[in-house]
């Protein structure tokens, strides 16, 4: 089923499981539309440091999470990031908002007020939607649902890459505990825990390189009808 007449794939996976970069490259490649729903959970989090609202003030950070002005570029080479006009996009990558935006995320008021702000990305073209319930709370009705995981220590070791390639200075050992508690919490939660759709393929990239990953969705989104390589 589509959403609204668009068709959407969702992309749901744990920290470092590589389907940031792979959304973003499919979507640069079909001409589709990108929803970074993680994007969306940081922006609250920064938005929320700003306002010195804590996570035990849920009507206050639901409403921030209503009010706040969001634009994301889904170009390829272009990963742009603008809260209420600011450019924010080296700040929503570190550590730091990322960890704030697992609690924030965990708070059911919030996810709410982010709910109908995502479905509102699937327009024509298509979408893929990049997150960890897009497959199970948003796009509950997505043609295709991909579940895309990693072992522990390759998703540490690929954040690392990503990280010191953006001139962030991290420990491996650090990062591999952080990505630890955050999946965790993630999947624990009581709201739209991090856990595959029933119908999700769930595909294991460990030893996959990003382009076997993107071509084994392609072969899907082909058998689902919506695409043809
Ligand atoms: O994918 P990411 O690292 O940018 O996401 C940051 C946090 O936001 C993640 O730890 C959990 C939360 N999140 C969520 O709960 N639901 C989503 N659909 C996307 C992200």
């Known amino acids: 089923m589509t959403v609204n007449g668009v068709p959407v794939v969702a992309i749901d996976g744990p920290t470092g499981s590589g389907k940031g970069a792979?959304?973003?490259s499919l979507a640069a490649g079909l001409g589709w539309r990108l929803l970074d729903s993680g994007a969306l959970y940081r922006s609250v989090a920064l938005k929320a440091g700003r306002?010195?609202?804590g996570v035990k003030e849920p009507k206050a950070l639901a409403a921030a999470a209503s009010r706040m002005q969001v634009e994301f570029s889904s170009a390829l080479d272009l990963e742009a990031a603008f809260l209420d006009g600011e450019d924010v996009t080296a700040l929503l990558r570190t550590e730091e908002c990322g960890a704030m935006a697992s609690r924030i995320a965990a708070i059911p008021?919030?996810?709410?007020?982010?709910?109908?702000?995502?479905?509102?990305?699937?327009?024509?073209?298509?979408?893929?939607?990049?997150?960890?319930?897009?497959?199970?709370?948003?796009?509950?009705?997505?043609?295709?649902?991909?579940?895309?995981?990693a072992s522990l220590e390759?998703?540490?070791?690929?954040?690392y890459k990503q990280l010191i390639q953006k001139g962030i200075d991290v420990s491996l050992p650090d990062l591999s505990e952080d990505i630890a508690r955050r999946d965790e919490r993630d999947a624990n939660r009581m709201v739209a825990p991090l856990k595959p759709a029933e119908d999700a393929?769930?595909?294991?990239?460990?030893?996959?390189?990003p382009e076997e990953v993107i071509a084994r969705i392609k072969a899907w989104l082909g058998e689902t009808g919506l695409f043809s390589n």
Do not use: H
């Open 22 to 24: 792979i959304s973003r």
């Open 51 to 53: 306002e010195g609202l």
């Open 109 to 149: 008021e919030v996810r709410k007020a982010l709910w109908e702000r995502q479905r509102a990305f699937a327009r024509p073209p298509g979408l893929i939607a990049d997150g960890r319930d897009m497959g199970t709370v948003v796009f509950p009705e997505a043609e295709l649902k991909v579940y895309l995981t």
């Open 154 to 159: 390759e998703r540490a070791r690929r954040r």
């Open 201 to 209: 393929r769930v595909l294991d990239s460990t030893e996959l390189s």
